[in-house]
């Protein structure tokens, strides 16, 4: 839909969307895909809040059967092989040992459990839960006890980062408006719209927007977006629950994961991460203060390296640590006495004074791995609002459309990435099979987008270490909104796993000159 005028100056939008993480980006794709013109804004850079800090999973949460959560599984399981095949460069399959012993819980219930995890979500590609002797099967060899019992079954891995990004491109190709560094700082009901101001956070600029709907997807900021409409109410709707993981050298061979029972009844995972490093995490406690402030604490440190080595005869210490990334959910507040038990589903709620009043839908909760569902109702809510004040819209808009349609370079088959990054590297030979591989990972297709006519390094331009070129950094600039070396090294590549420091400030010089001269 095209944007009209408001007041001749301002640009009138059909949804406003607060927030560029998973859930805001997933709902810009939606609706822009459906037709509604759409306008994002995101006060950092996107991802850069909870969408970046999660375990990279996608999976049903075999924990949250436990809590009787399961539509919210049955739900996340049947999303883990729809988002697979949308975007099968950034997601692909794990294996997950499940060790047991006697002490914990017991063989019967994770027998009932893994079965109905199987079998509730529709699974068709992923291969199926399987018992294993640990006693002679490899993935037992690290393990520090001898467990005879253990379970193997299936998930998937995400880059959190990417499938963000991707969300957002697709959006924007679609016709919505994605705005980094842009907050919103005041939102006035002016009948059935709403008058927007916003602020560029590096200019402090600032500008007016109108829209018909306005949609609250800030998580942990929720609340606080609330309050900046209505500073007289108090809102408590969310939880924040922090959550920190630890990254440590790889400490066994093989490519399978491992989930744990703690002795406090609390999950742990390790998981092979980037080649070279093993992710470890994820803690769970209540959070007070910013959220935009958390940081891993020496209580949370002492606790993964404690689970890690009641398990694993490779010990670890908070020296080996090399990275450490913290991060809060927001999940709704259900009123659950402990963290590790609050709900991980999402709820809307619309909220419209008179019924002409322009209206706000607020996203509390959600989880990764439903982002596209929670998108999908949001936008059933969407048009049942627009049908009562506009059919011209409802009669536009094309419908459900998100389920079969690949995201940005995902356009392959599930089975297909080694072939599509092995045709790259043909055709690309001057590339190492390495870096054909990272390429593949984080851009798919379109990493011939950058690459381009290139048939050497030389042709790639200015080189900033481990395979980062002065092609892809102005391609990341130039289409994914990147802005800073964090930015590119940590929530577009993974990068910054590897750079040191004065690697990191060559980069961020260079990008500096850059802006300067071309933005």
Same mark, same amino acid.
Request: net charge neutral; aromatic share 10%; charged share 25%.
């Given at each position: 839909?095209?944007?009209?005028?408001?007041?001749?100056?301002?640009?009138?939008?059909?949804?406003?969307?607060?927030?560029?993480?998973?859930?805001?980006?997933?709902?810009?794709?939606?609706?822009?895909?459906?037709? #509604?013109?759409?306008?994002?804004? $995101?006060?950092?850079?996107?991802?850069?809040?909870?969408?970046?800090?999660? &375990?990279?999973?996608?999976?049903?949460?075999?924990?949250? *059967?436990?809590?009787?959560?399961?539509?919210?599984?049955?739900?996340?399981?049947?999303?883990?092989?729809?988002? %697979?095949?949308?975007?099968?460069?950034?997601?692909?399959?794990?294996?997950?040992?499940?060790?047991?012993?006697?002490?914990?819980?017991?063989? %019967?219930?994770?027998?009932?459990?893994?079965?109905?995890?199987?079998?509730?979500?529709?699974?068709?590609?992923?291969?199926?839960?399987?018992?294993?002797?640990?006693?002679?099967?490899?993935?037992?060899?690290?393990?520090?006890?001898?467990?005879?019992?253990?379970?193997?079954?299936?998930?998937?891995?995400?880059?959190?980062?990417? *499938?963000?990004?991707?969300?957002?491109?697709?959006?924007?190709?679609?016709?919505?408006?994605?705005?980094?560094?842009?907050?919103?700082?005041?939102?006035?009901?002016?009948?059935?719209? %709403? *008058?927007? &101001?916003?602020?560029?956070?590096?200019?402090?600029?600032?500008?007016?927007?109108?829209?018909?709907?306005?949609?609250?997807?800030?998580?942990?900021?929720?609340?606080?977006?609330?309050?900046?409409?209505?500073?007289?109410?108090?809102?408590?709707?969310?939880?924040?629950?922090?959550?920190?993981?630890?990254?440590?050298?790889?400490? #066994?061979?093989?490519?399978?994961?491992?989930?744990?029972?703690?002795?406090?009844?609390?999950?742990?995972?390790?998981?092979?991460?980037?080649?070279?490093? &093993?992710?470890?995490?994820?803690? /769970?406690?209540?959070?007070?203060?910013?959220?935009?402030?958390?940081?891993?604490?020496?209580?949370?440190?002492?606790?993964?390296? /404690?689970?890690?080595?009641?398990?694993? +005869?490779?010990?670890?210490?908070?020296?080996?640590?090399?990275?450490?990334?913290?991060?809060?959910?927001?999940?709704?507040?259900?009123?659950?006495?402990?963290?590790?038990?609050?709900?991980? /589903?999402?709820?809307?709620?619309?909220?419209?004074?008179?019924?002409?009043?322009?209206?706000?839908?607020?996203?509390?909760?959600? +989880?990764?791995?439903?982002?596209?569902?929670?998108?999908?109702?949001?936008? $059933?809510?969407?048009?049942?609002?627009?049908?009562?004040?506009?059919?011209?819209?409802?009669?536009?808009?094309?419908? +459900?459309?998100?389920?079969?349609?690949?995201?940005?370079?995902?356009?392959?088959?599930?089975?297909?990435?080694?072939?599509?990054?092995?045709?790259?590297?043909?055709?690309?030979?001057?590339?190492?099979?390495? $870096?054909?591989?990272?390429?593949?990972?984080?851009?798919?297709?379109?990493?011939?987008?950058?690459?381009?006519?290139?048939?050497? #390094?030389?042709?790639?331009?200015?080189?900033?270490?481990?395979?980062?070129?002065?092609?892809?950094?102005?391609?990341?600039?130039?289409?994914?909104?990147?802005?800073?070396?964090?930015?590119?090294?940590?929530?577009?590549?993974? *990068?910054?796993?590897?750079?040191?420091? $004065?690697?990191?400030?060559?980069?961020?010089?260079?990008? +500096?000159?850059?802006?300067?001269?071309?933005?």
């Amino acid at each position: 839909m095209n944007n009209q005028n408001f007041n001749n100056n301002i640009d009138s939008y059909d949804i406003f969307i607060i927030g560029g993480g998973i859930n805001g980006c997933g709902i810009a794709r939606d609706a822009a895909g459906r037709g #509604y013109s759409v306008y994002l804004c $995101e006060a950092h850079d996107l991802a850069s809040g909870t969408s970046s800090q999660s &375990t990279k999973l996608i999976h049903g949460g075999l924990r949250y *059967l436990e809590y009787y959560e399961f539509r919210l599984v049955r739900e996340a399981l049947t999303e883990r092989e729809i988002l %697979w095949k949308l975007a099968p460069h950034i997601i692909h399959p794990l294996r997950f040992i499940l060790p047991h012993h006697k002490d914990l819980r017991p063989a %019967w219930l994770l027998r009932l459990g893994l079965f109905l995890y199987d079998h509730i979500g529709g699974r068709k590609h992923l291969p199926p839960t399987s018992t294993l002797d640990l006693s002679t099967d490899e993935t037992g060899k690290p393990l520090s006890q001898n467990y005879k019992n253990g379970f193997e079954y299936s998930d998937c891995a995400v880059d959190d980062a990417r *499938l963000v990004l991707l969300n957002a491109l697709d959006a924007a190709e679609h016709g919505a408006s994605i705005n980094t560094r842009s907050k919103c700082i005041e939102m006035q009901r002016n009948g059935d719209c %709403w *008058l927007l &101001t916003i602020e560029d956070q590096l200019t402090h600029k600032q500008s007016k927007i109108s829209a018909k709907i306005l949609i609250n997807a800030s998580g942990p900021w929720a609340d606080e977006v609330l309050s900046t409409l209505n500073p007289s109410k108090s809102s408590k709707n969310i939880r924040l629950v922090q959550g920190s993981h630890i990254i440590v050298p790889k400490i #066994y061979k093989h490519d399978k994961c491992y989930i744990f029972q703690n002795k406090d009844n609390r999950i742990t995972f390790a998981i092979p991460y980037h080649d070279k490093f &093993t992710l470890i995490g994820t803690t /769970d406690h209540e959070y007070q203060g910013d959220p935009r402030k958390t940081h891993i604490t020496q209580e949370e440190i002492d606790y993964l390296c /404690d689970a890690t080595n009641s398990y694993f +005869k490779h010990k670890i210490s908070p020296d080996d640590i090399v990275s450490t990334f913290s991060g809060v959910r927001s999940l709704y507040n259900d009123g659950a006495s402990k963290a590790q038990e609050a709900t991980r /589903d999402y709820v809307l709620r619309v909220d419209r004074p008179k019924n002409k009043d322009a209206p706000i839908i607020n996203i509390f909760g959600g +989880k990764i791995t439903t982002y596209r569902c929670l998108a999908e109702t949001t936008l $059933e809510k969407i048009e049942d609002l627009f049908e009562k004040s506009n059919d011209q819209i409802n009669d536009e808009n094309k419908g +459900k459309w998100t389920k079969t349609a690949p995201l940005p370079g995902g356009n392959f088959g599930i089975d297909e990435f080694d072939k599509t990054y092995q045709q790259l590297h043909k055709d690309y030979s001057f590339l190492s099979k390495e $870096e054909a591989k990272r390429y593949t990972k984080l851009y798919g297709t379109r990493a011939r987008d950058f690459l381009d006519n290139a048939s050497s #390094y030389q042709d790639l331009g200015e080189s900033f270490g481990y395979g980062l070129y002065q092609h892809e950094v102005e391609y990341l600039i130039s289409t994914e909104w990147a802005i800073t070396a964090e930015d590119i090294l940590w929530r577009r590549t993974k *990068l910054g796993l590897l750079y040191n420091p $004065e690697q990191v400030e060559k980069l961020s010089q260079w990008i +500096k000159k850059f802006r300067e001269h071309n933005i």
